[in-house]
T-cell receptor, first 111, second 112 residues
């Protein structure tokens, strides 16, 4: 069964800190890994990663995939209170369009 | 482009009652998904439609949950009868194909 595990489950930091969120996966036939930010109900798309070692970057957020280690990290630098959210990692198996999600990391940024 | 529309936004029902949720995907998106997200967990796929055919419903509790997608556009998800453990956010998403999931804002169901 395909599985995604995220760590930590919860993280509280101060504004300005840098955080690293982790995602590891077991999937029969990997196609892609996606990161989402969930503030209220609808997850919003951050990154899709398919190739190992290539960093994707958007402003203060960046992510990289390590296919050898079956993992990915999401980095947020110079955190702001608006970064407070649940960050979800999901994998998409090859041959299927569904997403298998991890349990999420709840990130809280204190001013 | 208009997003994925869901209604209602919130619903509170008593256990053993029935409830239905509605989803209107982005125009032209052939694939539609219903996910269940229990508090503190990630979303779990309940059912996936390709046009109006079911692709994957392996995790749908078929004794109480049902879903349909009429004419390959709108979809409804029904729970009958509801149990306390069905309390969750029900997310609808649509996709045009290989990539590009868009989620709706979800329906928060509370079963008391």
């Amino acid at each position: 069964e395909d599985k995604v595990v995220q760590s930590p489950l919860s993280l509280v930091v101060h504004e300005g800190d840098t955080v690293t969120l982790n995602c590891s996966y077991e999937v029969t036939n990997f196609r892609s890994l996606l990161w989402y930010k969930q503030e209220k109900k609808a997850p919003t798309f951050l990154f899709m990663l398919t190739s190992s070692g290539i960093e994707k970057k958007s402003g203060r957020l960046s992510s990289i995939l390590d296919k050898k280690e079956l993992s990915s990290i999401l980095n947020i630098t110079a955190t702001q209170t608006g970064d407070s959210a649940i960050y979800l990692c999901a994998v998409c198996p090859r041959g299927a369009q569904k997403l298998v999600f991890g349990q999420g990391t709840r990130l809280t940024i204190n001013p | 482009e208009a997003g994925v529309a869901q209604s209602p936004r919130y619903k509170i029902i008593e256990k053993r009652q029935s409830v239905a949720f509605w989803c209107n995907p982005i125009s032209g998106h052939a694939t539609l998904y219903w996910y269940q997200q229990i508090l503190g967990q990630g979303p779990k796929l309940l059912i996936q439609f390709q046009n109006n055919g079911v692709v994957d419903d392996s995790q749908l509790p078929k004794d109480r949950f049902s879903a349909e997608r009429l004419k390959g556009v709108d979809s409804t998800l029904k729970i009958q009868p509801a149990k306390l453990e069905d309390s969750a956010v029900y997310l609808c998403a649509s996709s045009p194909g290989r990539a590009g999931y868009t989620f709706g804002s979800g329906t928060r169901l509370t079963v008391v």
